[in-house]
C-alpha cells in the first residue's frame, strides 16, 4: 500500500504489511550516517557525528559496568519489582507473580518480522523476540493467548542469547524485545552473554510503557532504541481497561526517562533506526485512550519531534466485548480526531495506519 505524506509536514502513512520503506521519514540532510552515535537528551538539536557506531552495550561490556549490571538487576528478582507491581514474589524461588513470570526467561517465538515502522524493520527485517506474560491485563489485548494465557517455552539466558545471535546471523537490523519488562534481569544478562559472542546490532525496547525507573536506570546505555506506548491519559480508565492504578504516573515518568536516555530518533544514511524513541499509541474507542491529552503530554515534557506511531487497528479481543464501549472498531472520524491532536500539538514527526 502507498504511502502517502499529510499535510502535517513529514507525518508519513504506513501499514503493518509494508516491508520496506518507499519514504524516507526526514530530509537528507537531517539523516546521519550508520557511524553516528549520539547521546542526545536535549530537545530539538541535530545529531552530532561521532567518528564510529556500534551499540552503546559494547562500551559496557568493555569497561566491565555490563557484568555489574547482570549482578545488580538480578537483586530484584528475589522480592520482585522488577516491575511497578512490585508483587515481591520470590522469583529466584520459581515464584509467579502478576506477569506469571518466574525464574526462567519465557518466550513465545522468536523471527525476522518486517512489519514494525519503516526505520525498525527496514529492508532486512527486525530481529523479534516476543516474551511470554505481561504485568498489564488489557481487556483488548489482541496477543493474550501470549501475555495472559502465558503460552510460551522457558528458556535460560544463554538460549536467549542465542537466540539474539541466530537473528543478528539472519541479517536482522536490531534485536526487538517484545514486552520485555517483566524479564529485564535475564534480557541484560544474555545480552551480556551474546555481545561475548559477537552481538553487535541495537537493541529495541518493544514496551507497554509501564516500566519501573530502577530498571530503566540499570538499562542505561544498553537499549539503543525505546519503542514505548503511551496507553491511558486517565489512571480510572487505566485500571478498568488493563487492571494498573498508577499506569499514567509510572508510564509518564518511564517516557522521560526512556527520552533523557535515548533522545531524539537517529538514524542511519539508509533510513534505520540506530538510536532514539518512537512512542507509539493505540487508538480506542470512544477516545478512552484519550489521545489528545497523551499528545499534549508528549510535546510539552518530551519534545514535539518526537516519533509518533499512531496506531487504529483497534478490534475487539480477548474480554473487550464485556465492554460495549470496547465492543467496535475506531470509526473514521475518530481517526480523524487523532490525528487532528497530533497537528494541534505541533507533532509532526511519525507515521499512521491507512
Ligand atoms: S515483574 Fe512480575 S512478579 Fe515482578 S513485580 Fe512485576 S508483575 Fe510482579
Given amino acids: 500500500?502507498?504511502?502517502?505524506?499529510?499535510?502535517?509536514?513529514?507525518?508519513?502513512?504506513?501499514?503493518?504489511?509494508?516491508?520496506?520503506?518507499?519514504?524516507?521519514?526526514t530530509p537528507a540532510s537531517s539523516r546521519v550516517s550508520r557511524d553516528a552515535r549520539v547521546r542526545n537528551d536535549s530537545y530539538g538539536n541535530p545529531p552530532q557525528m561521532s567518528p564510529s557506531h556500534y551499540p552503546s552495550y559494547l562500551s559496557l561490556l568493555y569497561s566491565g559496568e555490563l557484568e555489574k549490571r547482570v549482578e545488580a538487576s538480578k537483586k530484584y528478582l528475589s522480592s520482585c519489582t522488577v516491575c511497578p507491581r512490585n508483587c515481591r514474589a520470590n522469583r529466584l524461588d520459581n515464584q509467579k507473580g502478576v506477569c506469571l513470570a518466574g525464574r526462567?526467561?519465557?518466550?513465545?517465538?522468536?523471527?525476522?518480522?518486517?512489519?514494525?515502522?519503516?526505520?525498525?524493520?527496514?529492508t532486512r527485517g527486525s530481529g523479534t523476540?516476543?516474551?511470554?506474560?505481561?504485568?498489564?491485563?488489557?481487556?483488548?489485548?489482541?496477543?493474550?493467548?501470549?501475555?495472559?494465557?502465558?503460552?510460551?517455552?522457558?528458556?535460560?539466558?544463554?538460549q536467549l542469547a542465542g537466540m539474539m545471535i541466530e537473528l543478528q546471523s539472519l541479517g536482522a537490523h536490531n534485536i526487538n524485545l517484545v514486552t520485555p519488562t517483566h524479564f529485564v534481569p535475564h534480557i541484560i544478562e544474555a545480552v551480556y552473554l551474546a555481545s561475548q559472542r559477537?552481538?553487535?546490532?541495537?537493541?529495541?525496547?518493544?514496551?507497554?510503557?509501564?516500566?519501573?525507573?530502577?530498571?530503566?536506570?540499570?538499562?542505561?546505555g544498553i537499549i539503543d532504541i525505546y519503542l514505548p506506548d503511551i496507553k491511558y491519559a486517565s489512571d480510572e480508565n487505566a485500571f478498568k481497561y488493563s487492571t494498573v492504578r498508577?499506569?499514567?504516573?509510572?508510564?509518564?515518568?518511564?517516557?522521560?526517562?526512556?527520552?533523557?536516555?535515548?533522545?531524539r530518533l537517529v538514524l542511519d544514511s539508509d533510513?534505520?533506526?540506530?538510536?532514539?524513541?518512537?512512542?507509539?499509541?493505540?487508538?480506542?474507542?470512544?477516545?478512552?485512550?484519550?489521545?489528545g491529552a497523551s499528545m499534549a503530554f508528549i510535546a510539552e515534557r518530551l519534545s514535539a519531534d518526537t516519533y509518533i506511531s499512531l496506531?487504529?487497528?483497534?478490534?475487539p479481543a480477548n474480554n473487550a466485548h464485556k465492554f460495549k464501549e470496547l465492543s467496535r472498531r475506531i470509526r473514521n472520524d475518530e481517526y480523524d480526531y487523532a490525528i487532528q491532536c497530533l497537528q494541534k500539538n505541533g507533532l509532526e514527526n511519525g507515521w499512521i495506519q491507512e
Fill in 271 to 291: 533510513g534505520i533506526a540506530v538510536q532514539g524513541m518512537i512512542v507509539r499509541h493505540l487508538i480506542l474507542p470512544e477516545d478512552i485512550a484519550q489521545t
Fill in 311 to 315: 496506531m487504529n487497528q483497534y478490534f
Fill in 104 to 122: 526462567d526467561v519465557r518466550v513465545s517465538s522468536y523471527n525476522v518480522h518486517y512489519g514494525e515502522e519503516p526505520p525498525i524493520s527496514g
Fill in 129 to 158: 523476540i516476543f516474551f511470554t506474560g505481561c504485568s498489564l491485563k488489557c481487556r483488548f489485548c489482541q496477543n493474550y493467548p501470549i501475555s495472559q494465557l502465558n503460552h510460551g517455552n522457558n528458556y535460560s539466558t544463554k
Fill in 246 to 263: 498508577d499506569y499514567v504516573t509510572v508510564n509518564r515518568q518511564a517516557l522521560v526517562e526512556m527520552h533523557r536516555q535515548a533522545g
Fill in 1 to 25: 500500500m502507498t504511502k502517502q505524506s499529510l499535510n502535517t509536514g513529514r507525518l508519513l502513512r504506513f501499514t503493518r504489511n509494508d516491508r520496506v520503506p518507499n519514504r524516507l521519514l
Fill in 198 to 220: 559477537g552481538l553487535a546490532i541495537p537493541l529495541v525496547y518493544n514496551t507497554s510503557g509501564y516500566d519501573s525507573i530502577n530498571m530503566l536506570r540499570l538499562l542505561d
